[in-house]
């Protein structure tokens, strides 16, 4: 079902669902704006997390695994494929339209200020999510010559409707206009309030829209929003989720919990993820060599990162996957007896301590280094509780001991190819610090691909042997590689809407 396909609206019109007649009707609708859909297997496996085959024995879970890591067009059309994204993200936006619609005809609609900036900001952050996969990172340079996404922003009842695509900038400045519209009607009035955007949520969100837009000073100020005064309190208690058994479900239930105050914002879809981040398809996967050399194994300008951490990468030998226990399986049973049905997967879309490393951030781009050292520190006060103390002086001479990452000699950090270039003796260093936290934090969560898309940086497919022994390199992706916009679904492109391009090769 895509965008301008003729059965587009006809049995997806939430008006048919329901008759709204209340703003606790629209409340109800608005269920219905949260995906179901997640493209964090999709990203992991697109991204440098996953960047090495064994040759081996080992297997791809499907052929969408294959395709995913492959870098190929995306043809299979299950849970976790292009279509199903495309389709769950866009029937979210058509549910904000109605309720938008229905609240904007209302003689009263100061009693629906709470269900309109929800419906905009589920409209707002559906449409940004779509762009995270299938459009390039925004850059001010570039964003008007880049391709967007259809924003629709009414009800269609028409049986063929035509979209364009517009450009990124046009794209993002909808985005930001929904969020700037939403964020004063947010509350955190709803029985479940982490599977909502409520206050808190809303502004993580902002935060981080803000950062990918090169708005630092806003993303600065909905971070703060969000951590308040004292940021430390406020994050995830990573040393008592690590003494938590990693077997089962103990450690993903307990980092997904509801009841946890890191959790900003929490998404259950139909997915596999919980079970292939850790015992299939262990053909592709976030693997032994990738872990002890550029990620949750690797050092750090705070030392030995398993010394350090308040973590413990969970691996066993007969599986190739080197991972944190975060994101849970679920099954949804149709036949219990049989041991038959859905697989869903949980995630922790928006938390403090992503957050607090987007402020981070965003004080090191604007040459604000102290304070981006001391977000950096705080986070590690949790993180990694048994680290020494970061100074701008560690940092620098921590990175500048180090070569940029090769696939012969890989390492924590890449070149990084973005304009304005960064300045040298403390920015960089300080940035790749914040992008190597970062990395371990949102491991597993999809956000991974937007940073190397952000950054520039090139990535690697590579085969090894049996020993992790590099045997060559089977493909590269740079940063003006059409494919980090992954394509469109094929039934959209049919539809009319235009494909992202490809070089010839």
Known sequence: MGLASCDSYLDKLPDNRMELKSPDDVSKLLVGAYSEGSAAYLLEMYSDNTNEYKNTGWTAYNRFQDQAYNWTELTESDNEGTQMIWDQFYSCVRTANEAIAFIEKQSNKDDYKTQLGEALMCRAYSVFYLANVFCRAYDPATADKELGLPYPTEPDYALVTKYERGTLAQLYAKIDADIQEALPLLTNTYEHPKFHFNTLSGNAFAARFYLYYRKYDAAIKYATAVLGTSPASKLRDWSTWNSLSANAMVQPNAYVSSTNQANLMLQVAYSVWGYNSVLTGCKYSHGARISQTETLEANGPWGDSQRAAGYTVFYNNSYS????????????????????????????????????????????????????????????????????????????????????????????????????????????????????????????????????????MTIYRLRLNESNQLLNVTDTMDADDPRQAIQIPSDVINAGLTPNPRNAK
Request: proline share 5%; hydrophobic share 35%; with cysteine.
């Open 321 to 456: 996957q080197h991972c944190l226990r975060k994101v849970p399986l679920l099954i949804e049973y149709t036949d219990v007896q049989a041991g038959t049905g859905y697989a869903h997967s949980e995630m922790s879309v928006f938390n403090t301590d992503e957050t607090l490393l987007v402020r981070a951030e965003a004080y090191a781009l604007k040459g604000m280094y102290d304070k981006a050292l001391e977000d950096v520190n705080t986070e590690m006060s949790k993180f990694m509780p048994n680290a020494r103390a970061l100074t701008l002086a560690g940092i620098q001479e921590f990175y500048g001991n180090i070569d940029y990452y090769t696939p012969a000699n890989p390492t924590p950090i890449k070149e990084l190819h973005v304009s304005p270039a960064l300045e040298s003796t403390t920015q960089e260093p300080l940035i790749q610090c914040i992008l190597q936290l970062r990395r371990l934090i949102t491991m597993h969560d999809g956000l991974r691909m937007q940073d190397v898309k952000r950054y520039g």
